[in-house]
């Protein structure tokens, strides 16, 4: 980014993401991405003559949760519109938003503890058809995406830097699916972020302010960075060459070329006049009922950056286990779950870092898929801090408990790997190492200290596993004395 001038930069951001309703916005048909093109459709999405649309079920209810989950107010009455615009794969040549009276408003997100990001209004809308382009052949629109329902985040222009637009993004995202209203894969397209951006560039005690670009459809996180960092430098660059005055409100909307690296002129508009809004006439306008907020209040619940704060004081965590074990809103309750039964917590969640998210990484599969309960983890861990079994005997129970679904102490008794605490049978098995190794005993006394790990090696070995670890290490010291 240039710093020769003195000039500040306004972001803004439009975020579209696509809801996790069962079906699409308007109709019955399924909410699914991907599939073979145009198999998911009806008159009502494909906007035939005389379809009649119909709010979906849970529709309305999850946008009210990413509204409450992003700290806006949600509105008692509210309702459709039509936005007219012509794009190939807008089927009816107008989409089904909401213009003046949005479901969610004055809300916020934090991206730090000192940096706050207004957000002006959160919108229900639907999603327009996808156009295919095949290399040197035809074009074609598949509008399995048609209908499905969307809503739009629109923020105050309070970002600075292409990276606190980034980071806008990032929490969005997390928050999002943590509250499991949204898969957020943003290479899917089901999340994607439209850059508002422009410079106010002071000069000669003046200030000057550069066309607002919009640049749309922004796929991934390092192109909301890149695109941002170009068009701060094509602006100033514009500025220089070329000082003319624009109307007010002219706005130019970008594409951003990720293999050339720059932004592309899409089309220009000058005003809102421009998609000619009306109030959508074949769906009434409609009140949000108490009963329908609360129900959304409660399954927000806490939200991810304050369980992190209260799970590492509650369990003395560290900021990367917190971080990782509330990357989704099941694991962390499955955590939660197993951690008041056990009497590890911290032990508990060193499983589930170390072993159980590999196993899920392995399979591809969520906790839930995972064949045990958060009460069998609890416990194997208690197992262990009981002298029970050995931690190289959890290895294998664990093992066992991936395959068969059994409890711990069920395997542990069938198998019979219980050790023994008995320190007259210890004291034994001690002695005879003791005695059938006379050459690393005579190197101890020479003062070599790491030959005394090596003879509780053997002790463990001579138990077949079994012996109290604590217990044999306290009787092989008194031995060597």
Same mark, same amino acid.
């Given at each position: ?10 972001? /803004? ?20 991405? /991907? ?31 990413? /509204? ?36 969610? =408003? ?10 706050? *990001? ?7 809308? !639907? ?38 637009? &980034? ?95 720059? +932004?592309?002129?899409?089309? +220009? ?5 421009? =998609? ?23 399954? $927000? %619940? ?30 962390? !309750? ?16 060193? #499983? ?18 995972? %064949? ?11 197992? *262990? ?34 050790? +023994?605490?008995? +320190? ?8 005879? $190492? ?14 070599? &200290?790491?030959?005394?790990? #090596?003879?509780? /090696? ?24």
């Amino acid at each position: 980014m240039s710093s020769k001038r003195n000039f500040e930069v306004i972001i /803004g951001c439009e975020i579209h993401c696509q809801l996790l309703t069962n079906t699409k916005a308007f109709c019955a048909c399924e909410n699914r991405y /991907g599939g073979m093109p145009n198999t998911r459709v009806c008159p009502v999405c494909l906007g035939l003559p005389g379809a009649m649309p119909r709010v979906s079920s849970g529709y309305v209810q999850m946008g009210a949760v990413a /509204g409450i989950a992003l700290n806006c107010k949600i509105a008692k009455f509210t309702k459709f519109d039509r936005k007219h615009y012509f794009y190939p794969d807008l089927v009816k040549g107008y989409q089904v938003t909401q213009y003046d009276l949005p479901l969610c =408003y004055d809300g916020f997100v934090d991206i730090s503890p000192d940096r706050r *990001i207004r957000i002006e209004r959160i919108h229900l809308e !639907e999603d327009v058809g996808k156009s295919l382009h095949l290399e040197g052949k035809n074009s074609y629109i598949d509008f399995n995406r048609s209908g499905t329902p969307l809503i739009e985040i629109v923020t105050k222009p309070d970002m600075r830097t292409p990276e606190e637009a &980034t980071l806008f993004m990032q929490t969005v995202q997390e928050i999002l699916r943590y509250v499991e209203v949204t898969a957020g894969n943003l290479e899917e397209g089901n999340m994607r972020c439209d850059a508002n951006i422009n410079l106010k560039i002071f000069e000669d005690g003046k200030e000057f302010r550069t066309p607002i670009s919009e640049i749309k459809n922004l796929n991934s996180f390092k192109s909301i960075r890149d695109a941002c960092s170009y068009e701060i430098e094509r602006q100033l660059k514009e500025f220089d060459e070329d000082r003319q005055l624009f109307e007010e409100g002219y706005k130019r909307t970008l594409g951003w070329d990720e293999a050339e690296g720059k +932004t592309v002129l899409q089309r +220009t508009k000058n005003s809102i006049v421009d =998609y000619r809004f009306v109030v959508e006439p074949d769906i009434k306008p409609f009140s949000v009922s108490d009963q329908l907020i609360e129900e959304a209040t409660k399954r $927000v %619940g806490e939200l991810p950056e304050a369980k992190r704060s209260r799970l590492k004081k509650q369990f003395a965590l560290t900021d990367f286990d917190a971080q990782t074990l509330t990357s989704s809103k099941r694991l962390v !309750e499955w955590f939660e779950e197993a951690a008041a039964k056990s009497k590890s917590p911290k032990k508990v969640a060193n #499983w589930i870092l170390a072993e159980i998210l590999a196993v899920l990484n392995e399979r591809n599969i969520t906790i839930d898929k995972i %064949g045990f309960s958060p009460k069998d983890l609890s416990d194997l861990v208690n197992l *262990i801090e009981d002298g029970v079994i050995t931690s190289k005997q959890a290895k294998d129970v664990f093992g066992e408990m991936l395959s068969t679904s059994k409890n711990p102490v069920k395997i542990v008794e069938e198998k019979n790997l219980a050790a +023994t605490s008995n +320190t007259d049978e210890i004291r034994k098995i001690v002695i005879e $190492v003791i005695e059938e190794n006379p050459g690393p005993i005579s190197e101890l006394k020479a003062g070599k &200290t790491n030959v005394q790990g #090596w003879l509780m /090696g053997q002790v463990m070995k001579k138990s077949g596993g079994k012996a109290n670890p604590s217990i044999a290490a306290k009787i092989l010291s008194e031995c060597l004395k």
